[in-house]
């Protein structure tokens, strides 16, 4: 069965979905109805549940999992599910949430694994030791966050496996350039985000936490690792350029970070993020175009439309 | 007598003065000769010592005062002094080295004092503690440090007389606005630049720590708060809300704060800072102005030449 | 009786509103209705009234007060009123338009005797002939025009009122930065938006005028200035340093002002109406939010979102 | 005689200059000297005279005119005149100041005829009557002043100059475009720079007025429109029209109008400013350029290096 | 009879219009409808049919002509026409697309005539041969072609108009500059939006071809002039010249243009492209707007809404 | 020995050294001398010939190799190499210009067969095709050019340098992401700069030719690929594919980009091209500093002062 989000204007749907957003509305004539978004693992779709009672509005909150029959129509340039049938699941039907989240397409102990090898690799032993005791504290968020609210990697798990893919580039550029140093990066590509796990409220229906709001990640990681340093009572430069490659990864003031850049390894940092976080971008919006056809516009990107090419060969993934 | 940067173009000069900075040359011709800036308590000149060898290298060094004759002359619209004569001071000249630095206008204990006062005012007791701590533990460096190496503030004990002012100020503004909250503006002052103590390297010839220059001192003053929360135990919104004042307290993303005043207070801290920085770049350069002229362009102030009126009445200041 | 704009969702409201616009629609099913913005002093609220005939229309105009039973909703994020019943008001209702309309806290008489004594204080005989002239000149329109159409200020007597809070806060620096000329700075503010009776329409549903159009209140008012040195053969550089004062107070050409503020009290006059214009509307905003939250996003700040802290103490006004 | 600025590097010169500016220096060993430059009409020069005493100082003061011999070498990229013998010209040399000063190429009463003219075309007898009342209050200046004082035309009898270059571009455009207002088109490109005659100081070694520094020459034009408004006793849309025309040349708030263009001449009249200008800086620099050669950068031209074309036609000016 | 977009709220419309683009709907209460946009020479109007069945959907497509009754009403702002009765045209009503299509004032073959004039006018023959064969490929294109889909001269044979109205132009300024080298400012004016006829798909309902949205006209148009002087077998200066006129005819990186003018007719161009597109603008938005009044505002015009003067002449064309 | 950019300020030098730049100087004193910048392969140093006649200017001129004796000393915060004795090469000295030029660290042949093998992996015939016929045509030139005349890889052969540490990143990427169409990207970034083969003079003392003054090297290239598809008759999206990357590489219109990259392949290439460039323009500058110091300031890096860590560990290349 095709994702809901695969499925084109005129098709009949007849499946199970996640309600992930369930808004009451009065029609101009004074009629209530619900707005429900509602989600697969492919991603979700608007409905509108016209007449919907009280008794609706409990039935189908946030959380709950629906059977829904109906078809899909165009409404102001996107895609809407009409409803013609729609009712809670029940036990019998054997459907559990799980099903209905998107998640990183690596398992969480695979991806524990390749990075406690990856900090095995250090020679460094400070820059080994601080990076492990803050994978450690934070392990279990760490392995189930998503990387951000949206645009990029915004699934369960999403930010270790960002955080991998980055490791990955990382192991390959530093064979082709031996000037950078390994620790650094890798230490740096495994911190620079992990703040996320207080910014972030948990790794479903993500919202930003008070400290998210008024500090943000990037601050909050750096006091994690002042106070690990302090826990392990290491000193040296290389606390201070942990902190400084954790500051530094957005590159610029204008955006969030008051310090550029300054050493070697902050730099290559930076671009590796930029490069995995459009790579997920592009490829989202690309698998749900057809070839010779260009994508909606993306914010993120630039607001730029994206042009898939006819030339993909057969068994290029897309 | 008139300090060295209030002296005319042809004026004589004959006067003990302290050397701040002294740089080795070579003329086109091949001769040697010596860069120096020397200083009084009104500012700073540069000289030029000529035929100097290293017997003279050795004698005019950085922090050394000197007794020199000469006279001002106008180079590349500059003045420079131009030395007839030059000669190390000795002990029977009975000068010392305080003579010469500018620092605040007002002493080290009457500072101290007036800052307690307006700590023993506050009434959130969460807000007081912190403060006291802080304060308390970088007291010594807090009351000598100046505000900045250059542009504003930039004496001895400029970090606590900009403090204070601040605080004046905001007394009178939260009389005027009471829905302003008095403790955390207090403290937010207190606390917005005390990060300067480890982003700078002492009191006189002032340069950036490698902290200072990989971090910053908002960084810095941020895990200073926290660091001093975990030391006294304490939790709640109250250290959040100071990290944020500080970390917001440049205004925006591109003037070095990755969040923007997000509480109200924040907002008019930044707004009193800037008030009182722009005030005191403002006085000192037209200090050195006559009234009806213009001042030098002031890169700080957006590269203005400001304007001297005429009108300034006898009594006031200028 | 609480404010319309603090009514939650669900709350039944029966009151006296004024309509403030009223705009013809027609439903997509081809029926016509009215779109009413009725207000009281806390602000405004949409609602809807249904098949609305030719007599509605005529009914609820703009101006009129109604009577209003219904309920409030919620519709794409904004509260609505759900009318139930409307009627307008009658001569035996006993209500008149100035009950709601917000206006400035203070009387138009005070504010007036408290201008006239910061004009008293001036010690420059031209300044105060100049500005007093002036202000008599407008003073009808002074003490009755909002300071904006929207922002800040935007209430009946908002200009006056907003003037005297930056008299007062002048008052405090002035005091503190003695090198800062009183007159100039007085003179300044009280000028510095008096163009605004040329540029706006009147006190209430305020429009630009033709000439706010196309030359705006700072060109309009250096005219006046100019003029009124004219009629009272005043010459001299004050003349020519309040109309810079005037022609600077947006503080950068992209703001509006063609030059920036080239004297001391220019760039003061600057700070001080950036402070009580976003003291105006912070507070405006955190009234309508409860503590521990977030308010909306407001595009004058920057598009912000503002948080009220918990800790706010009791017998701090919010 | 080739003028100054189009000799070459080796070039021996003998002739009489006029001195622009002479400021004294001091050598690395302590002598004396003067950097003087020198102008014809072509432009100017400097040059340096070596171990030059009091006298000299005063003999060779700006203004004076000099018989001079030398020839031109280049230092740091930029042509300098190598003085081997100079000495102030005396009465039987027979020569006088304007021969040195570069000015409009037509007369001033031809200038004045044409303006004349133009005013006559006009139909609408109140920009007609306003447009000559200021004309006439300003005649003597606004055919003598530059049009700025560096960039472009900045030469005597300048500013009639460019205003009638633009008049003569606004005749061809309003035949091509007939929606456009002839009257509003003429007055106010005579009317847009009218101003500079109080912005800038006169005719020769032009420096800017105070009221040119506060503010600027648009707000001083402006004034002056709603003063002969105000004397020839005229009401009506035509003052403010023209008002908002000289208000908004510059085209936007950060190139100094605060009001954009809101009408169709005012649009049309900012195109053919710069048209004018820009066309004179390039015809000036292109003229000093070889073809198939680049000119020197330009700051006023965006920092441009232009080039110039080998196939340009012999007999088109260059 | 009025143009549609001439007709106020309230009037009754009676006849026929070309269907320009037609959107099936669903209403909230499930219902389909058609959203049509209907055009005539005067612009378009939007209009909705509703309960519209499959039949209406294959009936009222794009490029059918309709006969309408219904009147004029304001929805959101915007004028909308409600449909009363609608039929599609028969032969016997004997109307023809192109009775609704709006195209340039000028017959195509007096286009054609007038652009060769100005071709032989040319002295250079290399530059004149390469715009005649270059003009000769793409004739019937550039004769039938739009200048832009929307903003300016969007209508048949816009490209063309807006040539020769440069050309116009051109002819004025090069006589007011003989510094100018007309034959390079005639054909830069020919050629550089020539690529529009393979960024563009075709004079109606324009759309961005693949080549238009990856490559842009101008890098299409400079590809053009290359292989042609390739096919021509032409070398020289001037295949550059023309070919840097089209790259830099946008003016800035920032706008399209790669390179910035560099030859002094790039930059006249680059001025007379502007102008002629401005005052396209300007006149189609000024002629719906009574005098007295404000204008819709206008994105491409720096989204300033604009004033249409009342003093304009009777026998001024608006 | 070290290479001349190694010396420190004191070191006495006696080496053979490649003039790269002579230019003639009048010292104050009107005496006669030359500046030359001299090189080996490690950088350049400024040196100044005092005294120095007509012969002298002969006998030194670029290209010239020449044997030096003197000592470093530093003029300005820049190293000058201070002449004590100087003397053109002669045959006997058994020096050649080639040992003072910097080239890629790879010889040419190697870096043929790299590039052979790159091409010789591509699957799609058309894009293989082109991009051989295109490497073919300009390999002389593609193998000995630097890749810019300054900033980065600004060495003899720097241009392949840079593609095939392109090329190699590339490949790990594709691996990493099999989304991507390896056949564009290794066929965009082999001709992603080829134009500078035309923009650039040459592979030693570089300068810009007419062409890629007037057309820069990304238009140059486009025109290069366009022709080639017309000789090889190749129709089809690749070609159009491939001159979009190449338009497009430089990411952003302001940076010489008109079109953003619109598939992912460009974007990528994008990537990739700063990354090798950052590294190159970082590791150069990097080398000549000490660990635990700032390098000077490097504009091309925003001007940033990179620092060097004092942890990098023995075995790491600095």
Redo the contacts between chains.
């Keep these: 069965m095709k994702g809901i989000t695969f499925q084109n204007v005129g098709d009949n749907v007849e499946q199970f979905l996640l309600i992930k957003q369930s808004t ?7 009629k209530p ?1 619900l707005t429900l978004i509602l989600q697969d693992r492919s991603g979700d779709i608007e409905a ?1 549940l ?1 007449d919907a009672g009280d008794e609706d509005e409990k039935r189908y909150h946030p959380q709950a999992i629906v059977k829904v029959t109906g078809d899909i ?4 340039g996107k895609n809407q599910l ?1 409803i013609r049938q729609i009712r809670p699941a029940t036990a019998s039907d054997g459907v559990s949430i799980g099903e209905f989240i998107e998640s990183a397409p690596v398992a969480k102990e695979d991806m524990l694994d390749q990075l406690t090898q990856y900090i095995f690799e250090m ?2 032993p400070t820059i080994q030791r601080l990076t492990r005791h803050l994978v450690k504290k934070h392990q279990k968020d760490f392995l189930e966050y998503p990387a951000a609210t949206k645009n990029h990697h915004e699934f369960v798990s999403g930010l270790a496996y960002h955080v991998l ?1 980055m490791l ?2 990382a192991k ?2 530093t064979q ?4 950078l ?1 390994k620790d ?1 990066l890798y230490a740096g590509i495994i911190l620079h985000d992990m703040g996320k796990v207080e910014e972030l409220s948990g790794p479903v229906s993500t919202t930003y936490t ?2 998210g ?4 990640h ?2 909050l990681m ?2 994690e690792i ?2 690990a340093a ?1 826990e392990l009572d290491i000193q ?3 606390v ?2 942990l ?2 490659m954790v ?1 530094s990864h957005h590159g610029k ?12 390894e902050a ?2 940092l930076h ?1 590796i993020d ?2 995995d976080a ?2 997920n971008m ?2 989202r919006v ?1 698998k749900r175009t057809q070839p010779g056809e ?1 994508t909606e516009r993306v914010f993120a990107l ?1 607001n ?10 057969e068994n ?3």
């Design positions: 009451k509305g009065i029609t101009n004539a004074g109805f509108k016209w129509h165009n409404y102001r009409r020679k460094n893919s990955h580039i390959s550029i082709l350039y031996p000037s140093n650094l008070l400290e709001n008024l500090l943000g990037i601050t750096i006091n002042g106070q302090k040296g430069e290389e201070l350029l902190q400084h500051l003031a204008e955006w969030g970070s008051p310090k550029p850049p300054l050493i070697r730099e290559i671009y930029n490069l459009k790579m592009m490829d690309l260009f630039e730029r439309s994206l042009y898939k090419p006819t030339i993909y060969e290029q993934e897309s």
